[in-house]
């Protein structure tokens, strides 16, 4: 069963009520210490990263400006995303490009759809091996932040592979309507925690005592990567 399939975007209160307390602490944790990572590291990534889904084109636009802005970036990955959407587009250079993009030596597409998450992470870590990324950010809009850096982290985990993963939360105003859902960001927050708690439980995403020894490991090797230094301490951080 794939992750996709099996708890809806829209919870209610009453579908939460099966998890403890402890558990609902872990997901706080976990989303506190993901948002609190300074965005502004981004800047001196080697690549930028798009999470594509439900409609949200703000997903590239934001991105898309930070990499024209940006010539420091060497790639633009833009992961593919689930076919089943009704919003789904098919992502093409002409589709970025309407978009706002002219800078397209670096940039990768996801070829093939990915119907969940932990598809799009596979093709990312696929990339970061096939172009020896050292470091990373993922643009994502906030809602959707915390789980997609989640199950990143989890599959660069098992992959063996450490690097530098920045979040960055895509400036969308939280009242704004998803077009997939109709909903807005404050909506769309329980089905997210509905989703870690279980994800986590199935091992498709990074527990908290996975994120808690990663951000160990990121603040004691790259710290000057986060309070916006250069990509000098990056370099050397790769770590299989």
Request: no cysteine.
């Amino acid at each position: 069963m794939s992750p996709s399939s099996t708890t809806p975007r829209i919870a209610r209160e009453d579908d939460l009520a099966g998890f403890t307390a402890g558990q609902f602490l872990a997901v706080t944790k976990a989303l506190t210490m993901i948002l609190a990572l300074p965005p502004s590291a981004a800047d001196h990534v080697d690549a930028l990263v798009i999470a594509s889904g439900q409609g949200e084109e703000w997903r590239f636009t934001h991105a898309i400006r930070s990499w024209e802005t940006n010539l420091d970036l060497r790639y633009l990955l833009v992961a593919n995303g689930n076919p089943t959407e009704k919003t789904y587009v098919d992502i093409t250079l002409g589709y970025l490009r309407s978009l706002g993009l002219r800078r397209v030596g670096g940039v990768h597409v996801q070829a093939e759809p990915a119907p969940n998450t932990a598809l799009q992470a596979a093709w990312i870590v696929d990339q970061v091996k096939a172009h020896g990324i050292t470091s990373l950010a993922l643009a994502v809009s906030p809602y959707h932040l915390p789980r997609a850096y989640l199950t990143l982290l989890k599959a660069f985990t098992e992959s063996g592979i450490r690097l530098p993963i920045i979040p960055v939360p895509v400036a969308v105003p939280p009242d704004r309507l998803v077009p997939e859902t109709g909903a807005t960001a404050y909506d769309l927050v329980p089905g997210e925690v509905k989703r870690m708690l279980t994800y986590a439980d199935q091992g498709w995403i990074a527990t908290l005592e996975e994120l808690q020894q990663y951000l160990q490991w990121l603040w004691n090797h790259h710290e000057p990567l986060l309070r916006g230094g250069s990509r000098r301490s990056v370099e050397d951080g790769v770590s299989a």
